[in-house]
């Protein structure tokens, strides 16, 4: 171990605080920023400082979350096998995404005379097809 010249024996301790801080620390982030998602896209107040009698359904969402997380915890989900397939579907949900973005960043309604110039347009798009290429090849490898 990296710490056992400093920390001695306790090494051990120090390494397994540090990941219960960080797993504390990353919970609390996913579930909260879930929530948030959630919220937002429904209309709902929301924030950690918002009250839970205001925000209720914000916190409902954040238990859920946390629940749902437990639960998968509890039934022997590989959290790795969880971040790999979450990344799946984040790559392939990610081209049509940034098409949709790429719209509403060129329609001279919404924008006016703040759209995209032809360098983003250029970048956005060839993100689009690089991450619909890297999908098409990940379904053709599974």
Do not use: Q
């Not at 400093?6 to 090494?11: E, P, R, T, Y």
């Not at 081209?95 to 006016?112: A, F």
Request: hydrophobic share 65%.
């Amino acid at each position: 171990m990296a710490l056992k010249p400093l920390a001695g024996d306790f090494a051990a301790l120090l390494f397994s605080i540090g990941i219960i801080g960080t797993g504390l620390l990353g919970v609390s982030v996913l579930t909260g920023s879930a929530a948030l998602a959630v919220a937002e896209a429904a209309g709902w107040p929301a924030g950690m400082s918002e009250k839970p009698l205001r925000a209720g359904r914000f916190y409902l969402v954040m238990a859920a979350a946390m629940l749902a997380g437990m639960a998968m915890d509890f039934a022997g989900v590989a959290p790795i096998r969880m971040l790999f397939w979450a990344a799946v579907v984040n790559g392939v949900l990610a081209p049509p995404l940034i098409v949709v973005v790429l719209v509403v960043c060129n329609n001279r309604g919404l924008m006016e005379g703040h759209r995209n110039g032809w360098l983003l347009n250029l970048l956005g798009g060839t993100a689009a097809v690089v991450m619909s290429a890297a999908a098409v090849a990940l379904a053709l490898y599974l």
